[in-house]
């Protein structure tokens, strides 16, 4: 099965203010919900896998938040991505240069308002 693993700083949630915003959500950073981005993941016809680097009961918590009840969804920490990525899949995040060596495997890697197609 296709997955799709989307990121939740600065990719699922947008802040308000510039810069990057490790863990922005539990520091009471002003964001809004990457509409564009959970509008995609709606259609997406595969598994989701919500992530970050502040562990997956941090994006637990933002992406019950953000996502709608229709989307079903499991979460991740960033060290444990690419355990079982395979080709096909897709990573979206706002720091996509970090997964570039996963595009040597067929993995698609995407910043949050790139079309992944």
């Known amino acids: ?3 799709i693993l989307v990121d939740v700083d600065d990719t699922l ?3 308000k203010s510039n ?3 490790p ?3 539990i520091h009471g950073d002003p964001f809004e919900p990457n509409k564009e981005l959970i509008d995609k993941l709606k259609n997406f ?5 919500i992530w970050s680097g502040g562990g997956a009961g941090y994006a637990q918590r933002v992406a019950e938040m953000v996502l709608p009840d229709d989307i079903v969804f499991n979460c991740k920490t960033k060290g444990d991505l ?7 899949d ?14 040597a495997i067929g993995v698609k890697v ?3 308002f790139e079309d992944w197609g």
């Open 45 to 49: 016809d595969g598994e989701i896998i």
């Open 13 to 15: 949630v947008i802040y």
């Open 23 to 25: 863990y922005g959500f």
């Open 110 to 112: 995407v910043s949050p």
């Open 1 to 3: 099965m296709r997955k």
């Open 90 to 103: 897709v990573i979206v995040d706002d720091q996509k240069e970090y997964f570039t060596s996963l595009s």
């Open 19 to 21: 810069g990057i915003h």
């Open 82 to 88: 690419d355990i079982d990525m395979v080709e096909g």
